[in-house]
Nanobody, 126 residues
Framework: EVELVESGGGLVQDGGSLRLSCAAS????????IAWFRQLPGNRREGLSC????????YYSDIAMGRFTMSRDNAKTTVYLQMNNLRPDDTATYYC???????????????????RGQGTRVTVSS
């Protein structure tokens, strides 16, 4: 059974930083692209970053480019999202998401077929 456990969220001031973690288990880590999404108030979902299963490259959406950095530790089957210069409009629940099927290219549109964790809440105060 695929399990994704996010952590590292919390309350931070405008301009601050947070590092999110996502511990993955229950599948072959390298066989699937894995991405970070966030869900904003009103249930709008935004893709942030993605690590490709084919080449290991990291891809960023325009929202995340320049402020967010995604990385992974294969030995720990964990991915991270370093978020800097946070703003109040970054307030959201952040999810790591395993994109299905295996070997699918990175994308920033989520699917109901994807595996998703419970999320970690990030609140940025002004």
């Amino acid at each position: 059974e695929v399990e994704l456990v996010e952590s590292g969220g919390g309350l931070v001031q405008d301009g601050g930083s947070l590092r999110l973690s996502c511990a993955a288990s229950g599948y072959t880590f390298g066989d699937y692209a894995i991405a970070w999404f966030r869900q904003l108030p009103g249930n709008r979902r935004e893709g942030l970053s993605c690590i490709s299963s084919s080449d290991g490259n990291v891809y960023y959406s325009d929202i995340a480019m320049g402020r967010f950095t995604m990385s992974r530790d294969n030995a720990k089957t964990t991915v991270y999202l370093q978020m800097n210069n946070l703003r109040p409009d970054d307030t959201a629940t952040y999810y790591c998401t395993v994109l299905r099927p295996p070997k699918t290219p990175c994308r920033f549109l989520s699917s109901d077929r994807d595996y998703r964790g419970q999320g970690t809440r990030v609140t940025v105060s002004s």
